[in-house]
């Protein structure tokens, strides 16, 4: 019999999965012995710095070579005239996260921080200080930086190769039967991803291959560009990468210093290491672009929607072609009869931005969630009631079922949770105990629950341990554990009789940790790829005369414990490491290969939903904002680690709150140089900024997003967040705010 013949379970998720099981790194991470990428010190390592652009638009035309490599402990100068050739050509773009990078293929320069040269040392130091000796002159070019400057143009795809603009229904007919009409313009500002751990690499080559040591989120897709850009097979890569210092969606793209330092270690024949000093992080490694956003909105008179048009203007690269995807935020959740949503893009000299932290769903729910908030004023309606009316049962458009029961269900607790019952419908009606201004205003949180493809590999042991293997990623989200847990689950065992190992490119591809997608594409692999060393197991036991569950093939076996019984008799029943040890195997290995049915996808809107309300105070003298309060609830299928879904949560609204108030990068549109490229100046909130979170987790079991029944947690917090905290912002003081962040002057001057 086949081990997909054997009638077998496991045991259903709630034992071991479900439970708030503290990280399996933490004491790694707070011991400093968790091993980050710049951390790893082979012999002979040589020490890279790259010399970057203090221009924003024009070209090299000198650098003192000769200064720099007189200087002690120089080994190598590395510039455009004397680049080792690549295989693959930089200037064209590698599906699916391709961008153009800058490796020094010209004395171009088209953005500030671009490399211009590299410098390699003995020491780290020597290499810092040639790198500022090459002093480098300019022919420069007046900057595009801004709105004004900036070239306007039709991008052939927005985000990841999604379309530029979408449509359904009749819009014109949609604002004619209006009875009312809101439209107003918002703005939100670049940003930077700011991962506590910077981008780094160590290689080191052997021959044709080469080990890579970097914080990575896409190991298998890495590997095959590092291979077509150095013209060696995937499999000549190996990227290792056990701890991430977080990553925000940065860390999967491929970025040029990291490909320089690479080159520079198969040149010279040594290991190179290079880590980007917290300023070089602003620009070669992307970030979130900036949006200009336009909503128009009609309403019938019950306060229903009749027409919803969102445009958004997004800034990119002059070189390249990644628009943030805001305008698809008014895609999936609210009932309009016509929706139109459309991208223009804007080329200014800067890095290209890529995709961050809910990239398209936080810029452009921002304005969404003001957007509904001034169209339930305009009805006269309580802005929950007005969203409870225009939720959308399916996803509009395509006629997908949503999971909407989960939606109201989030609605009903936030509401009830923040004493939401008691807001005044009208605005600068309350003040706190110190005469404050007191505003209430809240947020839908919705983000898609995408699949990748991801393989696993599961070993039972004679022992009676287990060993799980998949190449994930955990950026600090807690994936080491969760995705343990459900490997444990599945094998019928506890969580810490399982060994698990990730982090390397050379185990099963876990997918991609981003989009909120890993723990569910990784998580069913691991999964089935237990299911399958179960019933292999099985196999062995039912056709062993001496096991008490010999003959049981139809009548079928639970794995529960580390035991399997019969289902018929459960005292019928033996343990795994007895079944190996009378086969004579050491051990049995399930492997699994996962996607999403394709069927099942077409058939059913999937996404997480949540909402999420805020409580603001103002300062009437100075105008001081401060988030005081954030509750949010949010429904995310089946919960495998209720303590590192909580603390996602929690980092998405904060998020959100920094979105919100503090977090902008600062242009001089003299130069194109970001005046905070720091973290003294470049704002996000530390504790005081968000003195009481709390997250709801509301049940949900959605039978169709996958077999384990798991959505992401990472992203959806910081859409709803950013909106909720400027409605609060207009109830405390009756001023509508519509850019980001949310300045004092904003509204004092109104």
């Given at each position: 019999?086949?081990?997909?013949?054997?009638?077998?379970?496991?045991?259903?998720?709630?034992?071991?999965?479900?439970?708030?099981?503290?990280?399996?790194?933490?004491?790694?991470?707070?011991?400093?012995?968790?091993?980050?990428?710049?951390?790893?010190?082979?012999?002979?390592?040589?020490?890279?710095?790259?010399?970057?652009?203090?221009?924003?638009?024009?070209?090299?035309?000198?650098?003192?070579?000769?200064?720099?490599?007189?200087?002690?402990?120089?080994?190598?100068?590395?510039?455009?005239?004397?680049?080792?050739?690549?295989?693959?050509?930089?200037?064209?773009?590698?599906?699916?996260?391709?961008?153009?990078?800058?490796?020094?293929?010209?004395?171009?320069?088209?953005?500030?921080?671009?490399?211009?040269?590299?410098?390699?040392?003995?020491?780290?130091?020597?290499?810092?200080?040639?790198?500022?000796?090459?002093?480098?002159?300019?022919?420069?070019?007046?900057?595009?930086?801004?709105?004004?400057?900036?070239?306007?143009?039709?991008?052939?795809?927005?985000?990841?190769?999604?379309?530029?603009?979408?449509?359904?229904?009749?819009?014109?007919?949609?604002?004619?039967?209006?009875?009312r009409i809101v439209a107003a313009e918002y703005e939100t500002p670049t940003q930077y991803h700011n991962a506590m751990e910077p981008h780094?690499?160590?290689?080191?080559?052997?021959?044709?291959?080469?080990?890579?040591?970097?914080?990575?989120?896409?190991?298998?897709?890495?590997?095959?560009?590092?291979?077509?850009?150095?013209?060696?097979?995937?499999?000549?890569?190996?990227?290792?990468?056990?701890?991430?210092?977080?990553?925000?969606?940065?860390?999967?793209?491929?970025?040029?210093?990291?490909?320089?330092?690479?080159?520079?270690?198969?040149?010279?024949?040594?290991?190179?290491?290079?880590?980007?000093?917290?300023?070089?992080?602003?620009?070669?490694?992307?970030?979130?672009?900036?949006?200009?956003?336009?909503?128009?909105?009609?309403?019938?008179?019950?306060?229903?929607?009749?027409?919803?048009?969102?445009?958004?203007?997004?800034?990119?690269?002059?070189?390249?072609?990644?628009?943030?995807?805001?305008?698809?935020?008014?895609?999936?959740?609210?009932?309009?009869?016509?929706?139109?949503?459309?991208?223009?893009?804007?080329?200014?000299?800067?890095?290209?931005?890529?995709?961050?932290?809910?990239?398209?769903?936080?810029?452009?729910?921002?304005?969404?969630?003001?957007?509904?908030?001034?169209a339930a004023e305009a009805c006269g309606m309580d802005p929950l009631a007005f969203r409870l009316a225009n939720y959308a049962e399916t996803?509009?458009?395509?006629?997908?079922?949503?999971?909407?029961?989960?939606?109201?269900?989030?609605?009903?607790?936030?509401?009830?949770?923040?004493?939401?019952?008691?807001?005044?419908?009208?605005?600068?009606?309350?003040?706190?105990?110190?005469?404050?201004?007191?505003g209430w205003g809240m947020g839908t949180a919705v983000f898609p629950c995408p699949h990748f493809p991801a393989s696993a590999r599961a070993?039972?042991?004679?022992?009676?341990?287990?060993?799980?293997?998949?190449?994930?990623?955990?950026?600090?989200?807690?994936?080491?554990?969760?995705?343990?847990?459900?490997?444990?689950?599945?094998?019928?065992?506890?969580?810490?009789?399982?060994?698990?190992?990730?982090?390397?490119?050379?185990?099963?591809?876990?997918?991609?940790?981003?989009?909120?997608?890993?723990?569910?594409?990784?998580?069913?692999?691991?999964?089935?790829?237990?299911?399958?060393?179960?019933?292999?197991?099985?196999?062995?036991?039912?056709?062993?005369?001496?096991?008490?569950?010999?003959?049981?093939?139809?009548?079928?076996?639970?794995?529960?414990?580390?035991?399997?019984?019969?289902?018929?008799?459960?005292?019928?029943?033996?343990?795994?490491?007895?079944?190996?040890?009378?086969?004579?195997?050491?051990?049995?290995?399930?492997?699994?290969?996962?996607?999403?049915?394709?069927?099942?996808?077409?058939?059913?809107?999937?996404?997480?939903?949540?909402?999420?309300?805020?409580?603001?105070?103002?300062?009437?003298?100075?105008?001081?904002?401060?988030?005081?309060?954030?509750?949010?609830?949010?429904?995310?299928?089946?919960?495998?680690?209720?303590?590192?879904?909580?603390?996602?949560?929690?980092?998405?609204?904060?998020?959100?709150?920094?979105?919100?108030?503090?977090?902008?990068?600062?242009?001089?549109?003299?130069?194109?140089?970001?005046?905070?490229?720091?973290?003294?100046?470049?704002?996000?909130?530390?504790?005081?900024?968000?003195?009481?979170?709390?997250?709801?987790?509301?049940?949900?079991?959605?039978?169709?997003?996958?077999?384990?029944?798991?959505?992401?947690?990472?992203?959806?917090?910081?859409?709803?967040?950013?909106?909720?905290?400027?409605?609060?912002?207009?109830?405390?003081?009756?001023?509508?705010?519509?850019?980001?962040?949310?300045?004092?002057?904003?509204?004092?001057?109104?």
């Amino acid at each position: 019999m086949s081990p997909d013949a054997i009638p077998m379970s496991t045991g259903r998720y709630g034992s071991n999965a479900g439970q708030p099981l503290t990280r399996r790194d933490g004491v790694l991470k707070v011991t400093g012995r968790a091993t980050y990428a710049a951390d790893n010190t082979p012999d002979g390592l040589l020490y890279a710095v790259t010399a970057v652009s203090t221009i924003a638009r024009g070209r090299v035309t000198f650098l003192d070579v000769a200064a720099a490599e007189a200087h002690p402990g120089v080994v190598a100068v590395m510039t455009p005239a004397n680049r080792p050739p690549l295989f693959h050509d930089p200037e064209e773009k590698m599906p699916p996260f391709g961008f153009r990078v800058e490796v020094l293929q010209d004395d171009g320069v088209r953005y500030v921080n671009q490399p211009i040269a590299l410098v390699v040392a003995e020491t780290l130091e020597a290499a810092t200080e040639a790198a500022v000796l090459l002093a480098p002159r300019y022919a420069a070019e007046t900057a595009r930086t801004d709105r004004a400057s900036g070239e306007r143009y039709a991008p052939p795809a927005v985000g990841v190769g999604g379309p530029p603009r979408t449509a359904h229904g009749d819009l014109d007919a949609g604002f004619a039967r209006a009875a009312r009409i809101v439209a107003a313009e918002y703005e939100t500002p670049t940003q930077y991803h700011n991962a506590m751990e910077p981008h780094a690499v160590v290689a080191a080559w052997d021959g044709d291959k080469v080990t890579i040591d970097m914080p990575n989120q896409a190991m298998a897709l890495s590997c095959a560009a590092y291979g077509a850009y150095f013209g060696i097979p995937a499999e000549n890569v190996v990227i290792r990468s056990p701890f991430l210092g977080g990553g925000f969606g940065s860390k999967a793209i491929l970025n040029g210093p990291q490909l320089l330092a690479i080159l520079a270690a198969r040149q010279l024949g040594r290991p190179v290491k290079l880590a980007l000093s917290r300023a070089q992080m602003y620009g070669p490694v992307g970030h979130r672009g900036q949006t200009w956003q336009s909503l128009r909105l009609g309403m019938d008179k019950d306060g229903r929607l009749t027409a919803l048009h969102h445009h958004s203007l997004s800034a990119t690269s002059r070189f390249d072609d990644f628009l943030e995807p805001a305008a698809n935020a008014a895609l999936p959740l609210y009932a309009s009869p016509a929706i139109l949503v459309e991208h223009e893009g804007l080329r200014l000299d800067t890095g290209t931005p890529g995709p961050m932290r809910a990239p398209g769903e936080a810029s452009g729910s921002a304005a969404l969630e003001i957007a509904i908030d001034e169209a339930a004023e305009a009805c006269g309606m309580d802005p929950l009631a007005f969203r409870l009316a225009n939720y959308a049962e399916t996803e509009p458009g395509s006629g997908r079922p949503f999971s909407s029961k989960a939606l109201r269900e989030c609605y009903a607790e936030g509401a009830k949770r923040f004493g939401w019952s008691k807001r005044p419908l009208q605005p600068r009606q309350m003040r706190d105990k110190n005469g404050f201004l007191l505003g209430w205003g809240m947020g839908t949180a919705v983000f898609p629950c995408p699949h990748f493809p991801a393989s696993a590999r599961a070993t039972l042991r004679a022992d009676g341990s287990a060993l799980i293997e998949t190449a994930g990623a955990d950026m600090g989200q807690g994936a080491w554990t969760a995705l343990a847990q459900i490997g444990a689950e599945a094998l019928g065992l506890d969580p810490d009789q399982v060994e698990f190992h990730s982090g390397l490119s050379t185990l099963p591809d876990g997918g991609v940790a981003g989009g909120s997608g890993h723990t569910a594409s990784a998580g069913l692999a691991l999964h089935e790829a237990g299911i399958d060393a179960i019933a292999r197991l099985t196999e062995l036991a039912l056709n062993d005369p001496a096991s008490p569950l010999y003959g049981a093939g139809n009548i079928g076996v639970t794995a529960r414990n580390g035991r399997l019984h019969r289902r018929d008799d459960e005292a019928r029943s033996e343990a795994y490491a007895d079944i190996l040890t009378r086969a004579g195997a050491r051990e049995v290995v399930g492997t699994a290969k996962s996607a999403r049915d394709p069927a099942v996808a077409a058939a059913h809107a999937m996404y997480s939903h949540g909402a999420v309300f805020a409580e603001v105070t103002i300062d009437p003298d100075l105008g001081q904002i401060r988030a005081t309060r954030l509750v949010g609830a949010f429904a995310a299928g089946r919960i495998i680690n209720p303590l590192t879904v909580r603390s996602q949560y929690y980092g998405g609204m904060i998020w959100g709150a920094s979105f919100a108030l503090h977090e902008e990068a600062v242009t001089d549109h003299r130069t194109g140089r970001i005046m905070n490229a720091d973290l003294a100046e470049y704002h996000v909130p530390v504790n005081a900024d968000v003195p009481s979170l709390e997250a709801i987790l509301v049940p949900e079991d959605d039978a169709y997003v996958n077999p384990i029944g798991v959505k992401g947690v990472g992203e959806i917090g910081v859409t709803g967040t950013v909106g909720a905290i400027a409605n609060a912002i207009w109830h405390a003081t009756g001023v509508r705010v519509r850019r980001f962040p949310v300045r004092i002057e904003d509204f004092l001057a109104a």
